[in-house]
Every structure is written in structure tokens, then in C-alpha cells.
């Protein structure tokens, strides 16, 4: 939707261990006014606020022991279904708060390209192989997900042709 409005946008996640199933995918628009990237959660309509500005992936990283006091939820909140809120704080902000793997997915042409999405997405494992994971110590190796970065990368500006 972002995209389609001219915004620049893509996705991140976060999750508790590579081989696991304890994590969330989210979006992240680029914001003029900031001149950042802020995380959007659109399934659960929320974003993160530190001092009344909106976080990004890496700064989210950095407050993660916080996500329950800084998420806001929108105003679509309310009309979520309850199963959906239950899941919300029973699993994904606990999740969110534990984790220490976060990636941005530097494409955001998977809908204009479909052909270039990877083989399995939601199976029994992924295969996003081109995922910009947040380096969680320097002697960490993430296996077959070799591209490990700092939080200053993965809060870049997007590139002039998202723009």
C-alpha cells in the first residue's frame, strides 16, 4: 500500500532463532519529515514511539526490552479480531522484546517481479538468503544468511530509484 501511494517501503522481521518459528514480519517506510525508516506493523496496526518519534528497525532493536510501553496502536486496533490481540500479546511483543535477530529484506519489488521471490516462502523454511541481518555480536555467523550488518546500514536512507 505504501509503495502504491509513491512511500518507500520494505520489509523486516524479527524472531527469536533462525530454525524457529517464534518470529514477525513488518514493514518499514521511509519518512521525509525524520528522514528515516519507521516500522509499521500493519497486521496488528502499530508502530514504535520513543519521545514522540517513530522508530526504526535498528533503533528498535536497541529498545526492544520496551516494545510493550512503545508500541501505539492505531486506530484500527479495536476492530481487530480478539483471536488476533490475543496472538498479538501472548506471542509477537514477547517475542519482539527477546529477540535479538532482526533483518530488512532489501527488495521491494516482489509484487511487480513475483518471478524473483524465493522458492518456499512459509513452508518449512525460508530461503531469503539476500536478507541484511543485524549483526548481534561480531563473532556471530548466521549460517546460510552471510550478509551481516550494522544497525547504521540497515537505517540507510532508501535508494534514489524507491524514491
Known amino acids: 500500500a505504501a509503495l502504491a501511494l509513491g512511500i518507500p517501503a520494505r520489509n523486516v522481521c524479527s524472531t527469536n532463532g533462525l530454525g524457529g518459528t517464534g518470529g514477525h514480519f513488518m514493514s518499514e517506510v521511509w519518512m521525509e519529515r525524520w528522514q528515516k525508516w519507521c516500522v509499521v506493523d500493519p497486521t496488528f496496526d502499530l508502530v514504535f514511539v520513543k519521545d514522540g518519534v517513530p522508530l526504526g528497525i ?19 486496533y479495536p476492530s481487530l479480531p480478539q483471536e488476533l490481540k490475543a496472538f498479538l ?30 522458492p518456499g516462502h512459509g513452508s518449512t523454511s525460508y530461503a531469503e538468503t539476500e536478507w541484511q541481518w543485524l549483526r548481534p ?6 549460517g546460510m544468511f552471510p550478509q551481516l550488518v550494522k544497525a547504521k546500514t540497515l537505517m540507510a536512507p532508501p535508494p534514489v530509484p524507491w524514491r
Request: hydrophobic share 25%; with cysteine.
Open 137 to 142: 555480536s561480531d563473532d556471530e555467523d548466521l
Open 58 to 76: 535498528g533503533e528498535l532493536y536497541e529498545h526492544r526490552s520496551e516494545v510493550p510501553t512503545i508500541g501505539l496502536r492505531g486506530t484500527g
Open 89 to 118: 500479546d501472548a506471542f509477537v511483543a514477547p517475542c519482539m522484546e527477546g529477540t535479538k535477530y532482526w533483518a530488512v529484506w532489501p527488495r521491494n519489488d516482489y509484487q511487480s517481479h513475483p518471478e524473483m521471490n524465493p
